[in-house]
């Protein structure tokens, strides 16, 4: 059993959580290595419980593994894992990264990403309030991260669209038991322009128990999390919570003291979250987190960026810089706003972008 059959293998071992496998991988290297790893040996290095060890003396249930292989090939899906390239980087530095995400769509261009959530029943302006700010930042290249859920994520999503970035939708289920039933048809325009994920295996039900642990994806693929409209109950809040213990942005968006809605957003800035009404001020404060990303990875100018190689001629529209590098609009609007973020290049008259002359 090798490459994602074994990663897939191991993931479905379910008293063996990421943290223990991060840990047999720093010893192993590889799942593969894992699998066939002596009882004895992985005993004597303290990692596993009983119980752990029990799962791996089994062995891989290769029967179900095959069974997942299947089912994405029937629902045109894919694993993507943790050695994979396309594995988000901010989600990879979690103490607890999903081992497997299995994904409708594409997970390119979906930095720097930003997740909107709150509660399943909005006010009326409330919604208005998810879509717009949605829309306004997916104008501006930005990845809106959400769960799917009905309510606030329904018109997070809906509004991302309307823009020209990118949209992530992350499962509390698998991808074949999509949730709410009604949003079927919002996930399949999901994955064709972002993708729509889940670190649960096909067939899994969207249990109570597992949206906890989909609410860290969320959080954890995002540079910061905007709350709009949310009880004190709400599982938004911890969204909000995780993104803070991950050292990601909390911002939230305030409202009525009369509308119960409102309750969490109001704590979460009485607690030290950022308070934002716009998209301006969303990209505002992600600003240098998107500049230290992007400093990070292979976009920058120092790489040779075709975009900003193309910019020391001329000043360029985002339409004609996609003409000349036959790229599609949304992948260049995404590239421009993070080099913009990044202050590599500016933009001038006419919505024309240039190098900056520290760049050029």
């Known amino acids: ?42 005993r004597e290095l303290g990692i596993l419980k009983k119980t752990q060890l029990a799962s791996l003396a089994a062995g891989p249930d290769e029967k179900r593994v095959s069974g997942i292989l299947e089912s994405l090939r029937t629902l045109n899906a894919h694993a993507v894992c943790l050695d994979d390239a396309l594995y988000p980087r901010l989600l990879k530095d979690l103490t607890d990264p999903p081992v497997v995400l299995y994904c409708m769509g594409s997970l390119e261009s979906i930095e720097p ?12 302006t409330g919604r208005e309030h998810a879509y717009t700010l949605s829309r306004d930042l997916s104008m501006k290249g930005v990845c809106i991260v959400s769960g799917l859920a009905r309510g606030i994520d329904t018109q997070a999503h809906t509004g991302a669209l309307e823009g020209i970035g990118s949209t992530v939708a992350v499962l509390g289920s698998g991808l074949d038991v999509l949730y709410p039933p009604e949003n079927t048809s919002l996930a399949e325009r999901i994955a064709q322009r972002g993708a729509v994920i ?111 190689d193309l910019l020391v001629a001329d000043p360029l529209s985002i339409e004609e810089i996609a003409q000349v590098l036959n ?34």
């Open 1 to 42: 059993m090798q490459g994602k059959e074994a990663w897939i293998a191991l993931d479905l071992m379910g008293t063996i959580g990421p943290r223990s496998i991060l840990k047999l991988l720093e010893v192993y290297g590889k799942p593969e290595s894992i699998l066939a790893a002596p009882t004895r040996e992985l």
């Open 113 to 124: 990403a930003i997740a909107v959530v709150g509660t399943r029943a909005p006010s009326h």
């Open 198 to 308: 889940t670190e649960f295996p096909p067939g899994t039900s969207p249990d109570a128990k597992n949206f906890p642990r989909r609410n860290r994806i969320l959080s954890g693929l995002s540079v910061g999390t905007v709350v709009i409209e949310a009880t004190l109950r709400s599982g938004a809040l911890i969204t909000a919570r995780m993104a803070s213990e991950y050292g990601r942005l909390v911002m939230a968006l305030p409202g009525s003291i009369t509308n119960v809605r409102t309750q969490g957003p109001h704590l979460l800035i009485r607690q030290g979250a950022t308070l934002i009404q716009n998209a301006d001020e969303v990209m505002e404060e992600i600003a240098p987190q998107v500049k230290s990303l992007i400093r990070s990875s292979a976009a920058l100018p120092d790489h040779h960026d075709d975009i900003v």
């Open 327 to 360: 790229k599609d609009i949304p992948e260049i609007t995404s590239r421009v706003s993070r080099l913009e973020l990044a202050g590599a290049i500016t933009k001038g008259e006419g919505n024309r972008f240039s190098v900056r002359r520290e760049h050029a």
